[in-house]
């Protein structure tokens, strides 16, 4: 057995009363890690994650160990990365973790490395790069692992590319794209903590400001909704004419971002792509604007044309801020080195919205243990009853009911016989 990574093993304690605390607010993962218990639908599969290390992912961890996995977890994101999170998983609850808040892009793929080393059955990814490591570098582990989970917009965009290159060996499941995941976890959750990040790295008064976002799916209409809000006024960018028009007929500004760079006091980038926010754009932004990124990579702002352009840097002028001075005087605020803001800068989202997101991840690896077998290699969608049921059970941690169906119903639903 290897031994884990972490900072600082001291912090475990602190971490346990986190981890607590976070569990408070995820009733679904509680029962489901309660039937887990029971049933051991995991009984002797080894899982690699890579996914950020924080006091709602140790409560996943904790429902695939009750469900008998044992687990190798690798951070997904040296910023978000909890170090007492991870110290209280290796001390508390048994997990193995190589993770460690800021470590350096050698020191994240060595960690990916070393989780891969456990020789996995199931894996889970928060962006792909486990995966593509896997597909890359280590192709000998290939043949043991039975299938794995993707929870990232990103990470599906990816899969997506390697299964139409038929490169994928073996059976994903797009966890991100069921409705409880991209509805709930990218509009509400992303809305929220992102918007939480940016006041707490900068007390900016979003009333008043002007705020562009770049991208309007689940995550940017999330943003676009909770910044109006709190009374800013939002513009949104699109290279999607649906998307676009959605906005529009919402209420909100659509601008390329040429002409939105000249306007925008705080920018957002949401869209998993690269250089949204590029050096034409940075060359006519206003003194003091703010830019964020939500986007699971740190690629959507041009980090290194804002270097070019800057004379000066000023790092850590607040925690998570770093000022570049440009030649003419004016000053650009880069959040949390272009990286993810809401967990760089804040705490993710909320537990209550990841209560949701991880009871899909722990009841798709529960149906893959048994599925596998069956499924070609290739990207799947998760069962629709898995997605039902996670509805079903958090409509019931808040005590509301809703209607079913009656038989005369059922039927003419199911009947092209009956009409008016």
Known sequence: MQMSDIADASLAYQGVKRIEWADRTMPVL???????????????FKIAACMHVTTETANLIRTLQAGGASVALAASNPLSTQDDTAAALVLEYG???FARSGIDREGYYRHIHQALETGPDLVLDDGCDLVNTLHIERTDLLATVKGGCEETTTGVIRLHQMAREGALRFPMVAVNDTDTKHMFDNRYGTGQSTLDGIIRATNTLLAGKTIVIAG?????????E?????????????????????AALQGFTVLPMAQAAEHGDVFITVTGNREVIAAEHLAVMKDGAILANSGHFDVEIDVRALGDLAVEVHRGVRPQADEYVLADGRRLVLLAEGRLVNLAAAEGHPAAVMDMSFADQALTCAWLAKAHAGLAPALHDVPKEIDTEVARLKLASMSIGIDTLTPEQEDYLHSWRLGS
């Open 30 to 44: 509680r029962q489901i890690r309660d039937r887990f218990a029971a049933e051991r639908p995991l009984d002797g």
């Open 95 to 97: 997990a193995e973790v």
């Open 216 to 224: 309007f799916g689940y995550c940017g209409r999330g943003l676009a």
């Open 226 to 246: 909770r910044a109006r809000g709190l009374g800013a006024r939002v513009v949104i960018t699109e290279i999607d004419p649906v998307k676009a028009l959605d």
